[in-house]
């Protein structure tokens, strides 16, 4: 699904290597995509409400797009909605950060050094085929019902994309940068890992991390769900099904959508602005 | 003085099978300061290897390489080197892959960005400092490439094939504006190259070397200066010679 949205926010152009259409025609082609996709929602909307007004009526089975309004105001001036953004929000910031301060450096010593690979890659052989969901029992007896416990269910998910992805990036290096790093005078490993290898592997391991935001993102609302926390987007979602709410689950659903939806876009922005112009926007 | 001195030379390659490749066999060379060598010979016999044995890329297996009477251990910035692939770093703007080498000395800052804008403005790219390598053309890079290696004021300058992969006339200006560089900077260059026409255009000493194991077969003195003319009556003289030793030596009769 991401490789297909990477192909899609290609200009035609670029694609097929042709470059006639004048600045003009890739406006009028960029009003024409978002008039569409607007359209398309709104079909969308139309249909839903139809169909759960006048057909299944029964808002239990199919909430329809206004009782979902009215529940979205409903719970957003209750302020609950905030502050259970705000808590899944804690729970995704601390699982990404843990999985990014140890998945990038043991990435780099297996991918750079191979006594680490060896004496490393059993380990993860055994430990990355345990989704993430198996880890929630131990998170509760470890961390109790708290924000780490949730956080920690998160990093299982988020660290083995991070990790596969700068080891493979370190495995992948081109020698010769490594060797022109020597020969300009990069005497140890750190200095080469810190000024060759490890510039060249930022790209993929962008493309890792999101990934790991990706899988992160599906594990928050799992482990909310099954009771590592006690509020949050997920735990709301299937507190409000016990009390058969069915509107503000929908709720719910679609903010888990749009913010997992927004946290990829403002990640891919920031790093296809500001770290990688030599890349030339081929980032993932 | 920049003497290279390389003794007896051996370098074999292990296989998977616990044999060996032999790449090179006895290969003896003094390269005197401020030469011009380039390495001719058929293809796979070892001549890039040799380049990188004296870089410090390859160890040797029996032998030495020597530099004013200090043997190569490793690699080392007073020895420069051009890769013939694309060798400049992507992420860093032409100004900093120059300054690259002084930053690994602990120049500061202000002071390298000095010394690498004298070698850029050197290969004439002042006004691409600030580009990025996908921004550049293929010479344009390998001329980067060179400033790079130059601005480390390295003893030797090696080159693997650095223009092998342009066209035909981006090589030939490369070739004047390697000449050029050369004169003004009084480096010694070994040059591999599997253009004889290239050899005999730029060196002053030209070494042969005979097919796997490689070993030298001989060295032509070229004593013209430069610039050459290669539609000259002796320049196709010494290629033909040049190119009847390759041939005869990769198709013995």
Redesign the interface.
């Known amino acids: 699904m991401k490789y297909w949205r990477i192909i899609r926010d290609e200009p035609l152009s670029s694609r097929f290597g042709t470059n006639q259409t004048t600045g003009q025609e890739d406006m009028n082609r960029k009003t024409q995509k978002r008039l569409l996709g607007i359209a398309s929602l709104i079909t969308v909307a139309v249909i839903w409400q139809i169909v759960a007004q006048f057909v299944v009526k029964r808002s239990f089975i199919l909430p329809s797009v206004t009782d979902v309004a009215a529940a979205f105001v409903n719970l957003l001036e209750s302020g609950t909605l905030v502050a259970d953004i705000v808590v899944s929000f804690q729970h995704f910031g601390i699982g990404l950060l843990a999985a990014f301060l140890l998945g990038v450096p043991i990435g780099i010593l297996m991918g750079w050094f191979r006594v680490a690979d060896f004496f490393l890659d059993p380990i993860i052989e055994v430990l990355r085929p345990i989704p993430p969901l198996a880890w929630i029992p131990f998170a509760i007896i470890w961390f109790g019902l708290t924000t780490q416990a949730a956080g920690f269910v998160i990093f299982v998910g988020a660290f083995f994309p991070i990790l596969t992805a700068t080891y493979t990036a370190f495995r992948s290096i081109p020698k010769v940068f490594v060797e022109a790093g020597k020969v300009l005078g990069c005497d140890t490993s750190f200095e080469l890992i810190r000024h060759v290898a490890l510039p060249a592997a930022v790209p993929a391991i962008a493309s890792g991390i999101r990934i790991a935001m990706g899988v992160g993102w599906m594990c928050l609302v799992a482990a909310e769900m099954f009771g590592v926390s006690r509020s949050g987007l997920g735990y709301q979602l299937w507190h409000n099904y016990y009390l058969h709410q069915m509107p503000n689950v929908v709720v719910y659903m679609l903010i888990l959508g749009f913010a997992g939806l927004a946290i990829d876009r403002i990640f891919r922005n920031y790093v296809d602005q500001k770290l990688l112009r030599w890349h030339a926007g081929e980032v993932a | 003085m920049s003497g290279v001195s390389i003794q007896n030379l051996n370098k074999a390659f292990p296989k998977e099978d616990g044999t060996a490749t032999q790449a090179l066999s006895g290969v003896d060379l003094e390269i005197g300061d401020t030469e011009f060598i380039c390495l001719v010979g058929p293809s796979g016999c070892g001549k890039t290897t040799l380049l990188r044995i004296i ?3 390859e160890t040797a297996t029996i032998g030495k390489v020597t530099i004013d009477d200090r043997p190569v251990t ?4 007073k ?3 051009v ?1 013939q ?3 400049l ?4 703007r032409v100004i900093d892959n120059v300054a ?2 002084l ?3 602990g120049m500061g800052k202000d002071e390298r960005r000095e010394v690498a804008d004298r070698y850029i403005d050197m290969v004439g790219l002042s006004q691409f400092r600030d580009a ?3 921004e550049l053309s293929g010479g344009m890079r390998q001329r980067v490439a060179i400033a ?2 130059l601005a ?1 004021d390295p003893d030797v300058l090696l080159m693997d094939e650095p223009f092998g992969a342009l066209d035909a006339q981006t090589r030939n200006r490369m070739q004047k504006e390697l000449l050029s560089l050369w004169q003004q900077t009084k480096k010694t260059i070994v040059f591999v190259t599997h253009s004889v026409d290239e050899a005999v255009y730029l060196a002053t000493r030209i070494v042969v070397l005979s097919p796997r194991p490689g070993s030298i077969q001989e060295i032509i003195d070229i004593p013209w200066t430069h610039p050459r003319d290669r539609t000259s009556a002796e320049f196709a003289e010494v290629r033909r010679k040049v190119l009847r030793m390759i041939d005869e030596t990769e198709n013995p009769q």
């Open positions: 870089a410090g890329l490793g690699p080392d910035p020895r420069g080197m890769f692939e694309y060798s770093f992507p992420w860093r690259f080498g930053e690994m000395k990025y390598p996908y790079r290696a480390n």
